[in-house]
């Protein structure tokens, strides 16, 4: 059961897939948690971000307190090997382990 | 050892070594955790790369002279040169890495990301060629409010 949701909206045109999608998750940093929570150690953001379609790897990105609340990841890739209708698989991890998860068929 | 054990041994390492780089899915948080921490833009290249040097060509970057909120600013960047990483950094918060893409067979080097910027100041993306060059490009914005304390 994932802690967060991702949204995922995958198109393709013209032989590459362009994605739009946005994980719901507050990405509070260091310093917002001291502030608010009293606690530094109570940071959680996103710090991995990771794509597959039919088990192959097309997005990886390792990130930081730095991107905004509800992250938005615009992203492209190479379409042959992949059809419509195929799902895209994101599955995303935080600083405190949880984890956030979303699918989306490509269109 | 057993010779027979030896063998496979040596011939899985063989296996790995010769899958490309650019295909492994690799999580640099955990690879390399002192770019997360580094304070500037140099120290955090230092650690991801071993170098600041760079060729100020090859990468697009696109991002507002006047951020009017500086807890989502609009960052697109793109390059078409062969690439194994491409890494986003700025001088405007306490650390200066904000995320790190590790390039596939798929990818298509055109993204597109919000940052938080607690201050004006300067985005750099550099893109580690699989050449074994970094290329970057640089853009200098003014923040009108502050992003990172929110």
Known sequence: MADFKVKVKPKLKKGVIKVKAMAKHDMVTYNQAEKKLGDREKADFITRFLGTVNGKVVIDISTSQFLSKNPIFKFQFKGDEFKKGDKLIIECTTRLGKTGKGKGKIK | ?150
């Open chain 2, 1 to 150: 050892m057993e010779r027979r054990k030896f063998l496979s041994l040596t011939l899985g390492a063989l296996a790995l070594a010769v899958v490309p780089a650019s295909v492994k899915a690799e999580d640099y948080r955990k690879l390399k955790p002192t770019v997360w921490t580094a304070h500037t833009v140099d120290d955090a290249m230092k650690n991801m790369y071993g170098t600041t040097k760079t060729i100020e060509d090859g990468v697009k970057l696109t991002a507002p002279k006047v951020a009017s909120n500086g807890g989502a600013v609009p960052v697109k960047f793109s390059t078409k040169l062969s690439a194994k990483t491409i890494a986003v950094f700025q001088d405007a918060n306490p650390e200066a890495a904000v995320c790190v893409y590790s390039v596939n067979e798929y990818s298509v080097n055109e993204y597109e990301i919000k940052i938080k910027m607690g201050k004006s100041g300067t985005i750099t993306v550099v893109v580690e060629g699989t050449d074994g060059k970094l290329y970057s490009a640089k853009q200098t914005l003014e923040v009108a409010l502050g992003g990172c304390e929110g």
